[in-house]
């Protein structure tokens, strides 16, 4: 089983409509969460922190569930340029960073 | 957040031979890191530099192959040696910023590496 675990899509949805993507991790010592966003032939780019308290920037909104072991990403009232392969990424220890494969998300017009 | 670039951006090599990739920060940073993303597939952590110290090589990568020099805390060097077919591959450095367990990383824009 993959440390950190994301359903690879792809979600095509319709301009406008919300989406939700989670993300599972193994490691109950994992400490630090994030989403990142990566555009086709481009580098990661972080898109939030994620807190335990949950976190929103906009129209993106990140919760963390300890008990279950799992992150979300909402997005609501999508854009075009919304489309991308959204990373899940989990820290271990001092500075061990482990990314999921990614979930791809299409916004059509 | 943190300023980084790559050299080159890309190249196509031929099979045995090296490329060592630059990478170099717009600010001092202890922790520098190497991943490996190949082809539809997510990030691979190759080895962290710190200044000063031997690069730390996580599993299934050793110094030999992918050596890595770490001169100051602006720069950082990657050489992938010996190169096949299978180490075609985009080369991402990043850095850590903010507080140990809690910091982000920030990407470079990549090296995209293609071996004939």
């Known amino acids: 089983r993959k440390e950190v675990e994301q359903d690879p899509g792809p979600f095509n949805v319709p301009e406008g409509a919300t989406v939700a993507f989670n993300c599972t991790y193994s490691?109950?010592?994992?400490?630090?969460f994030f989403w990142y966003r990566q555009d086709c032939r481009k580098e990661p780019k972080l898109l939030m922190s994620?807190?335990?308290s949950g976190n929103e920037d906009g129209r993106f909104t990140a919760q963390l569930n300890r008990a279950s072991q799992y992150i979300s990403l909402l997005i609501r009232d999508s854009k075009l340029s919304d489309s991308a392969t959204y990373l899940c990424?989990?820290?271990?220890?001092?500075?061990?960073?482990?990314f999921g494969t990614g979930t791809r998300l299409k916004v059509l017009a | 957040s943190a300023v980084i670039s790559q050299k080159p951006s890309r190249d196509i090599c031929q099979r045995g031979t090296s490329l060592t990739i630059q990478c170099q920060v717009d600010?001092?940073?202890?922790?520098m890191f190497w991943y490996r993303q190949q082809p539809g597939q997510s990030l691979t952590l190759i080895a962290t530099a710190n200044q000063g110290s031997e690069a730390t090589y996580e599993s299934g990568f050793v110094i030999d192959k992918f050596p890595i020099s770490r001169p100051n805390l602006t720069f950082s060097t990657l050489t992938v040696s010996n190169m096949s077919p299978e180490d075609s591959s985009i080369y991402l450095c990043?850095?850590?910023?903010?507080?140990?367990?809690?910091?982000?990383?920030?990407f470079g824009p990549g090296t995209r590496l293609t071996v004939l």
């Open positions: 990424v989990v820290t271990r220890g001092t500075y061990k960073y482990i």
């Open positions: 600010s001092q940073v202890t922790m």
């Open positions: 990043s850095v850590a910023l903010g507080q140990a367990n809690t910091d982000t990383q920030y």
């Open positions: 994620v807190y335990s």
């Open positions: 490691n109950s010592a994992s400490q630090s």
